[in-house]
């Protein structure tokens, strides 16, 4: 199978230099499902994302020079506050007062983090040039609710395979990097995974499709079981609750809840089960109690570089160096909790720490729900 997006990846560097839209598509595909993880052994070698973006830009230039895109669009609300954002993090990666700060607690790469930003951006900015009909964004839309199905399929398969001990993390590459290789961001898919499926379900006019799209989403709430988010957990309660109530099919809507609690009762494991015990009683857990400790000292930082912030991907030196009483048990490199910490501080890093940024994320989230979804694109 991974021979096959390894041949697509060539054809569509060809075919993106007419239609750049195919790129953007064939972007998504491979940030979604990241076949270059699940087939490693076809992409040795590879950079995919430079052999897709790279022919989708200069399809774009192309495209400029023949006057072929509607830049109002740019202009949306949402757009504006993203190209903020944006420019709040090269800011804080350029003037933070920690980006160049060595040292043992320095979890992340300032170089790496901006690189991967700036991919993620222009990637985006593209798409919103590029998407600019019903339907180009109905294929981006079916790509994407693809994708997470076949993971989907993997995260299953895993667990039916015996391939699965304890929490369940997505395909990595050769190194252990990838996207999928902390359980929380993986079990964040298919939190997202589910409405696409839902409202992937309500657009199909056969009923033998919409059901068998449906059918999906239990399994979609066992792949979430297996990674033992908590975090996953909440959010997946919380998008079923929303869909039920804002659900046009009454009926059907509210007979999701119900469906949620009978699978999660009968195929949540014990690992699910017993971490989610523990987030009423967040304060006396480990992982909990130092992201609380994490996000007091950002607060600290937020009021003490309130323009800037602490630099880019920067907040492991800045913590240890700003805060005034550092735990022993923080230390100790072998430590749980400390390894707790790295992560937890790898998940606020860009959203926490730095303040103009994390301003403009509320602001995009406040605007998601005035915005309408295809004029936002």
């Given at each position: 199978?991974?021979h ?11 075919v ?7 790129g ?10 990241a ?5 490693f ?8 994302v ?6 989708t ?16 669009i ?7 506050f ?19 700060v ?17 991919k ?29 199905t ?6 299953n ?6 391939h699965?001990?304890g ?12 996207i ?9 898919l ?6 696409f ?10 009923t ?15 792949a ?20 039920s ?27 699910m089960?017993?971490?989610a015990?523990?987030?009423?009683d ?23 570089h ?28 072998s ?12 998940r ?26 295809y004029?936002?694109?």
């Amino acid at each position: 199978m991974g021979h096959l997006f390894a041949v697509g990846m060539f054809a569509c560097a060809v075919v993106s230099l007419a239609r750049p839209w195919v790129g953007v598509v064939y972007a998504y595909l491979f940030v979604v499902l990241a076949p270059q993880n699940v087939w490693f052994w076809d992409f040795a070698g590879l950079r995919p994302v430079m052999w897709v973006l790279l022919p989708t830009c200069i399809g774009v230039i192309f495209g400029l020079l023949r006057v072929k895109f509607d830049f109002s669009i740019l202009l949306a609300r949402r757009n504006l506050f993203i190209l903020v954002l944006w420019l709040c993090f090269v800011m804080s990666y350029y003037l933070g007062p920690y980006t160049a700060v060595p040292g043992p607690y320095r979890f992340s790469d300032p170089d790496d983090a901006i690189a991967t930003l700036n991919k993620i951006m222009l990637l985006y900015f593209i798409a919103c040039l590029c998407i600019d009909t019903e339907q180009k964004l109905k294929v981006l839309f079916y790509v994407v609710a693809g994708s997470a199905t076949y993971l989907v399929y993997w995260a299953n398969d895993q667990y039916l395979t015996g391939h699965w001990l304890g929490r369940l993390a997505g395909p990595v590459a050769v190194n252990g990097g990838g996207i999928y290789s902390d359980e929380n961001n993986f079990a964040m898919l298919f939190v997202v995974a589910q409405s696409f499926l839902w409202y992937m379900g309500l657009s199909l006019r056969t009923t033998v499709l919409r059901w068998a799209c449906w059918l999906i989403i239990p399994f979609c709430w066992h792949a979430v079981f297996l990674t033992a988010s908590r975090g996953g957990l909440i959010g997946l309660g919380t998008t079923t609750l929303l869909i039920s109530l804002r659900s046009r099919r009454k009926l059907l809507g509210l007979a999701l809840i119900p469906a949620f609690v009978f699978v999660y009762l009968w195929q949540a494991g014990s690992v699910m089960k017993t971490r989610a015990e523990t987030i009423s009683d967040y304060r006396t857990e480990a992982s909990a109690a130092t992201r609380l400790e994490s996000w007091r000292a950002a607060a600290g930082m937020i009021a003490d570089h309130p323009l800037t912030g602490v630099g880019l991907a920067s907040y492991g030196p800045a913590f240890f160096i700003t805060r005034t009483s550092i735990p022993a048990r923080l230390t100790t490199p072998s430590c749980k909790l400390r390894r707790n910490l790295e992560w937890s501080l790898a998940r606020c890093t860009y959203l926490w720490c730095l303040h103009p940024s994390y301003r403009c994320g509320e602001m995009v989230i406040a605007s998601e729900t005035r915005i309408p979804p295809y004029k936002a694109v």
